[in-house]
């Protein structure tokens, strides 16, 4: 389970600390996708900071269990959101989604198992 727990929470710090990046940085894609939510341009910082925690909270839950699990949780709710962002306005692209979404879900799982929180 170890190993597990490891591989994926790495994984999911690696893709959300790469989102966070590209929303801090001010990228285009995240700007094309709030566009496309319709939401306003002043939420990309906030949404890129979001992630960055997130990613964090995962490595500190190396330390810090509890933090992980929080921060697993917290980016779970994150792409519910981003799920409800996509289909108020119709789009149907949600593979990248998924991806994100799915990998969130496994660091919960992993980091609840591991750690025996129930």
Partial sequence: MFIAYVTVTILAVLFN???AVTYLIGHDYPKAQLRMKRLPPSWRPVLGVLLAMGAVGLLAGFVAPLLGVLAAFGLVLYFVGALIAHLRVGSRKLVGWAVFFATAVAALVVNL??????
């Fill in 113 to 118: 198992g591991y750690h025996g929180f129930s």
């Fill in 17 to 19: 600390a790469t989102a």
